[in-house]
């Protein structure tokens, strides 16, 4: 079964440094998107794109964050000046219409020094 | 704006035994009802989904759920648990096809503890 796959399992980054957090959505989908979990707390929505630009984002999705789907396979969150509060679990999830269910991948842990 | 609840952190229960994980939801909007399962270190995966029809919908691994309108919940059931099925179940709420971007509101989740 096609997965939605997420590069780097673990990113360990310093205060301040620009992360980039990878996701190969599966090929025939075409709406995206990107969830946090802060430990212990609930998942939490951040930003949904489709047709090559975000159609909504949440009040976490400040300027500091960006998305990107640069070649027609990878979908990328940046966080341009990470803080120790953006520590979390991020999860990048697809599917092939927005009422259908979403297929989230195994998450990126980022880890804010 | 649509909110998910779950009424219950942790559902210790024994092996064989029926359990109910609670939901509730509040929206102005019609909703679709899904939920989640995360095993450690993994991601979420889909259990269930109620877009519209028949209110009580079937899903994987011999769980099921039921849409009540009137009470605004969509309880998690399965009449019988093994301790493969100790995880975090998640409940999820995505507006209806009004403007729907198609994003999910997740509850705080349910551990789920599955005892010998």
């Known amino acids: 079964e096609p997965e939605v796959t997420q590069t780097p399992s673990h990113q360990v980054t310093q205060m301040g440094q620009e992360v980039i957090l990878r996701c190969v959505p599966i090929s025939n989908h075409l709406y995206f998107y990107w969830y946090r979990q802060i430990l212990g707390q609930k998942v939490e929505f951040l930003v949904s794109f489709y047709n090559n630009e975000i159609s909504e984002k949440s009040e976490i999705f400040d300027d500091q964050f960006s998305v990107e789907r640069p070649d027609g396979s990878n979908f990328t969150l940046k966080i341009r000046s990470t803080k120790l509060e953006d520590s979390a679990m991020y999860f990048c999830a697809s599917t092939e219409g927005y009422i259908q269910p979403q297929h989230f991948g195994d998450g990126t842990r980022l880890s804010i020094l | 704006a649509q909110s998910v609840t779950q009424l219950d952190s942790q559902v210790p229960v024994f092996e064989e035994a029926p359990v109910e994980l609670r939901c509730n939801y509040s929206s102005s909007v019609s909703v679709y009802l899904f939920w989640y399962v995360q095993y450690p270190n993994q991601g979420l995966q889909l259990l269930l989904k109620y877009l519209s029809g028949s209110t009580l919908v079937k899903g994987i691994n011999g769980f099921e759920a039921e849409f009540n309108k009137s009470q605004t919940s969509f309880h998690l059931r399965k009449p019988s648990v093994h301790i493969s099925d100790t995880a975090e179940y998640f409940c999820?709420?995505?507006?209806?096809?009004?403007?729907?971007?198609?994003?999910?509101?997740f509850g705080q989740g349910t551990t789920l503890q599955v005892k010998p």
């Open positions: 999820a709420v995505s507006a209806g096809p009004s403007g729907n971007t198609g994003k999910l509101i």
